[in-house]
């Protein structure tokens, strides 16, 4: 026996993922709101992805694997808390993903090989110094790359606002 239209409906919301790229900037903390908002609201579930971005060749290796692994504690513990703080808006655990490489490259893989994320979550700059590299790399050079709907929230939206848009 086939789903019903609201079963498939209700199914297609459960399965919608939003990407959230975890990064160091101030506008990150609006993005993941707006994307545990948008989740919580209409449904879904958030992916936070952190890369680790890979410093330039070291020539003593083990002093390299030794600042890698650290790296990644660091990451795992960001990610952690950041999961905490996901499950208090959306009362969900969202998925975790950490990469090494460059963030554009490895967010747009992410994008190519992950047939679950809906949506991609960034922020803009709260003051007028411009979108930021990332979001200029991707509604420039590399849109063609970006295969889902992407979400660009005002880096200076308040908690309010954020609370009528989603």
Known sequence: MGETREQQEAASKRDRVFLVMV?????????LRYA???ARNGGGRLMLLRVIELEGMTEWAGVGAMMAEERRDEAEKLLSGLAAQVNEITGGLPILMIREGQPRDELLALLEEDPRISILVLASAGDSSGPGPLISALTGRYASRVRVPMTIVPGNLDDKEMERVT
């Open 36 to 38: 545990c908002l948008r």
């Open 23 to 31: 990064d160091d900037s101030p506008e990150r903390a609006v993005a």
